[in-house]
RNA sequence: CGGGAUGUAGCGCAGUUUGGUUAGCGCGCGUGCCUUGGGAGCACGAGGACGGGGGUUCAAGUCCCCCCAUCCCGACCA
């Protein structure tokens, strides 16, 4: 027979206090209702019901990716350094890799990814086009040793990932097989219960030309996104991704520069409002730090840098803004007074910013700007890019209305490599013609523990956490509400039984605690469907209540079943 | 990594400013009685040596130094 499904034999520690160092309503209520426990920062164990419901999105996911074709593995989780040598990301990767080295001293570290192992077995075991598309993919653990884990299951250092790996023999079969994960991550994400939305995204580490994120909108996301309001245009991106059409708009009249005098004046405002000129008329100069060297950076004065765009521009591993003495040395003047002109760096220009046609910029001393600045006439505007941040209300770069944003928590990510990795690990096959060509490859990711708390972002009230069915860890709880009292011990264990007979996840309530504990618990925990059994027991009657709603209704023991199929294969529920 | 804060019982906190009996409170936990439709009540009880190390002092949870851990705010990622 199963096991018992009788909480008082089960490890559920519920707490009625909250944890101090729990922040967002995810890691609060799982550590609240007894899903998980801290070990380390960033690191977790998943309790009973944290691992079951862990088990039920893992199980979506692997019948999703096994409908589109994908054949599971599972590969080590500690890696030889060769592997990342060869790749060149021993070095990229960062600190963020978790390394470490056996008894011989030799280099190994925990994967954060798996494009080199699961290259490198496809260049041993594939040698024709016979052979290709494959897919493979597996679900497991994963190592980041993230700057700054938080928000519980959210960002962690340990993890668990599914990522799925592509192999075609050319980029059409690439875009046909990324078309199919993009349409496996939108089953998987609406099955799980989620409300999200896929987004265009920014390549990051992992390399590669086109990626979507798929993106849980939640206030507590770390991830903002813009998308057009008008839905049959459907721009949405990653604001790190995110374009907007440029302003065209001609900012000042052509005049002779000049030198003022702007004591104490630094910020694009202060200088904005001290020389009576709109913030835009101002043209902003960044200093960052590199390492390749200090870069200067252009934008408009009412407009940010997206430091990924500039990033990506220039090619650079590090990026952040120069620190005041280094922007001392590099201009002769304290921050806030940096300027293109007789600027001995490489000068990165926003596009925006040649439509000025008489800037302020600061004139690389104190308390000095110079006004009427003509760009291309005053500096030299040879490396002109898009380095802008997009914001809320700027114009969609597709069809021009302003942008919405929203907050998201990046719960998977689908890119299109190419051959980047297949070239550098060696993984080639034979066309019909004989021809030695790289396979194409796409990586596909599904943040598990993350998609996790996602749902529990989204699905939780005052009381606790609201389970959609699809992931509940149980589907039904019966609660007796006294557990003592033989007619209604007896007619719960007469329903658990028969739920259970007929294959639904069904958990008894069976402690001796009072009925308020009770209560509190399974509304804490989240069951989708509670069957009370209380002071209609001695009639046979029960009630059902749903967690959702709130809802509930008096029926007979008869109609237990029938009702609880009905709900859990989402037919109308009624009192009937 | 930079900035801010915290570390006292399983959880939540007080005590630290102004060193001084035996370190407290609530919840939880154990036993008993009582109670049983929304985290009951009474009684008894167990549990910490104050994150770690060093120092000052007759005396340190309290003052000083170093270290560690955790959390929050900024630059990265599933």
């Given at each position: 027979?199963?096991?018992?499904?009788?909480?008082?034999?089960?490890?559920?520690?519920?707490?009625?206090?909250?944890?101090?160092?729990?922040?967002?309503?995810?890691?609060?209520?799982?550590?609240?209702?007894?899903?998980?426990?801290?070990?380390?920062?960033?690191?977790?164990?998943?309790?009973?019901?944290?691992?079951?419901?862990?088990?039920?999105?893992?199980?979506?996911?692997?019948?999703?990716?096994?409908?589109?074709?994908?054949?599971?593995?599972?590969?080590?989780?500690?890696?030889?350094?060769?592997?990342?040598?060869?790749?060149?990301?021993?070095?990229?990767?960062?600190?963020?890799?978790?390394?470490?080295?056996?008894?011989?001293?030799?280099?190994?570290?925990?994967?954060?990814?798996?494009?080199?192992?699961?290259?490198?077995?496809?260049?041993?075991?594939?040698?024709?086009?016979?052979?290709?598309?494959?897919?493979?993919?597996?679900?497991?653990?994963?190592?980041?040793?993230?700057?700054?884990?938080?928000?519980?299951?959210?960002?962690?250092?340990?993890?668990?990932?599914?990522d799925l790996y592509s192999f075609d023999r050319d980029w059409a079969g690439l875009e046909e097989s990324y078309r199919k994960m993009y349409e496996a991550y939108t089953r998987i994400f609406t099955r799980v219960g989620l409300n999200f939305r896929a987004v265009e995204a920014d390549t990051g580490a992992i390399g590669g030309s086109v990626s979507h994120e798929f993106m849980a909108l939640a206030e507590a996301g770390e991830a903002v996104v813009v998308y057009c309001p008008d839905t049959t245009c459907g721009y949405a991106a990653n604001v790190e991704k995110a374009e907007s059409l440029s302003s065209l708009e001609e900012i000042g009249e052509e005049g002779p520069i000049e030198l003022v005098v702007t004591p104490g004046v630094r910020s694009a405002e202060e200088v904005a409002a001290f020389l009576g000129l709109p913030v835009k008329q101002i043209i902003k100069t960044l200093i960052y730090r590199t390492e390749k060297g200090l870069v200067a950076a252009l934008v408009r004065g009412d407009r940010e840098v997206n430091e990924v765009k500039l990033q990506n521009h220039l090619g650079v591993l590090e990026l952040e803004l120069a620190g005041?003495?280094?922007?001392?040395?590099?201009?002769?003047?304290?921050?806030?007074?940096?300027?293109?002109?007789?600027?001995?760096?490489?000068?990165?220009?926003?596009?925006?910013?040649?439509?000025?046609?008489?800037?302020?910029?600061?004139?690389?001393?104190?308390?000095?700007?110079?006004?009427?600045?003509?760009?291309?006439?005053?500096?030299?505007?040879?490396?002109v890019a898009d380095i802008r941040q997009v914001s809320e209300g700027d114009p969609c770069p597709r069809c021009g209305r302003p942008l919405l944003s929203v907050r998201g928590i990046e719960v998977g990510q689908i890119f299109q490599l190419g051959d980047k990795y297949s070239r550098a690990l060696n993984a080639y096959y034979l066309d019909e013609r004989g021809e030695k060509r790289p396979i194409i490859m796409g990586c596909y990711g599904i943040?598990?523990?993350?998609?996790?708390?996602?749902?529990?972002?989204?699905?939780?009230?005052?009381?606790?956490?609201?389970?959609?069915?699809?992931?509940?860890?149980?589907?039904?709880?019966?609660?007796?509400?006294?557990?003592?009292?033989?007619?209604?011990?007896?007619?719960?264990?007469?329903?658990?039984?028969?739920?259970?007979?007929?294959?639904?996840?069904?958990?008894?309530?069976?402690?001796e605690e009072r009925p308020g504990v009770k209560f509190k618990d399974a509304d804490l925990v989240g069951y989708p469907l509670r069957i009370t059994v209380g002071r209609h027991a001695a009639e046979g009657k029960v009630e059902l209540k749903l967690r959702r709603t709130g809802e509930n209704w008096l029926v007979s023991k008869g109609e237990v079943l029938e009702k609880v199929t009905a709900f859990l294969e989402g037919k109308e529920f009624c009192t009937g």
């Open positions: 027979m199963d096991q018992a499904l009788r909480l008082s034999t089960w490890l559920v520690p519920t707490l009625r206090e909250v944890p101090a160092e729990a922040e967002v309503a995810s890691h609060r209520l799982l550590l609240r209702a007894g899903f998980i426990r801290k070990v380390a920062a960033g690191i977790y164990t998943l309790l009973p019901l944290g691992k079951r419901v862990c088990s039920k999105i893992e199980n979506i996911v692997r019948e999703e990716m096994n409908r589109a074709g994908g054949q599971e593995i599972l590969m080590p989780i500690l890696q030889p350094a060769e592997l990342w040598h060869r790749s060149g990301r021993w070095e990229v990767y960062g600190p963020e890799l978790f390394r470490l080295k056996d008894r011989h001293g030799r280099d190994f570290c925990l994967g954060p990814t798996h494009e080199e192992m699961i290259t490198a077995l496809v260049a041993a075991e594939v040698r024709s086009y016979k052979q290709l598309p494959l897919l493979l993919y597996q679900i497991g653990n994963k190592y980041r040793d993230e700057r700054r884990p938080r928000f519980g299951l959210l960002r962690g250092r340990e993890f668990i990932m599914k005041e003495d280094l922007v001392e040395e590099a201009t002769g003047a304290p921050p806030g007074f940096a300027g293109p002109i007789g600027l001995s760096l490489p000068l990165v220009v926003d596009r925006e910013v040649l439509h000025v046609k008489a800037g302020a910029v600061g004139a690389n001393r104190p308390d000095a700007h110079y006004i009427n600045v003509l760009p291309g006439r005053d500096f030299p505007v040879q490396d943040g598990i523990t993350r998609t996790m708390a996602a749902v529990v972002e989204q699905h939780h009230d005052e009381e606790g956490i609201i389970w959609p069915v699809a992931v509940a860890p149980f589907q039904v709880l019966v609660l007796p509400v006294n557990y003592e009292e033989a007619p209604q011990r007896e007619l719960a264990e007469e329903i658990y039984n028969l739920l259970r007979e007929k294959g639904i996840e069904v958990l008894l309530d069976d402690r």
